[in-house]
């Protein structure tokens, strides 16, 4: 767990420095679409500046999918925190993050395509994702995705909405 630690702490600090010294990294709050003359980031910047969301833009760019998250969409993320993937065991998040392809079909389970507000999902039963598979969405009581409790919703981006989920979805 110590060298899982120690990896994925400088794992993301490169990633941050990487963000930095690209001039992507942005010090405004997630919600500064709601401030007149802001432009809104896209989806990676906002989750980047957001700060609880670093395994899962760490998972995004081990996969590859930084430019296509980043691209016009829209899309819906159903974002897990960092609390979400510290659920996972650290050998079995390890072994995700080293197998690309596993990865790739885990974190494009989290997205849907179009721009999907938290109006609409409440009126919603399943969602197709671009993995392919479908989500089970449940508004009974309050919101599920899956296994997952919606806990925060309509994080609006340039190229979609992001909603903030407390479980990964396996």
């Known amino acids: 767990m110590i060298a899982f630690t120690q990896h994925f702490t400088r794992q993301a600090r490169h990633l941050m420095f990487a963000f930095l010294g690209a001039g992507m990294l942005v010090a405004v709050p997630v919600h500064a679409d709601d401030h007149a003359g802001m432009a809104k980031m896209d989806i990676v910047d906002t989750a980047v500046a957001a700060g609880s969301f670093n395994t899962l833009v760490a998972a ?3 996969a590859d999918l930084v430019e296509t998250l ?15 993937f510290a659920k996972i065991p650290a050998a079995d998040l390890d072994a995700l993050l080293a197998d690309k392809e596993k990865l790739t079909a885990v974190l494009t389970y989290h997205v849907v395509a179009g721009k999907v507000m938290a109006a609409d999902v409440v009126g919603m039963t399943s969602a197709e994702t671009v993995q392919g598979s479908s989500l089970t969405i449940d508004a009974t009581d309050g919101v599920m995705v899956d296994s997952a409790t919606v806990v925060k919703t309509d ?15 396996m």
Do not use: R
């Not at 980043?70 to 979400?84: I, R, S």
């Not at 994080?155 to 979805?169: A, F, K, P």
């Open 60 to 62: 995004v760019q081990a």
């Open 70 to 84: 980043k691209g016009e969409g829209p899309f819906t993320v159903f974002a897990p925190t960092d609390e979400a």
């Open 155 to 169: 994080i609006e981006t340039s190229n979609g909405v992001i909603h903030v989920i407390d479980t990964v979805l």
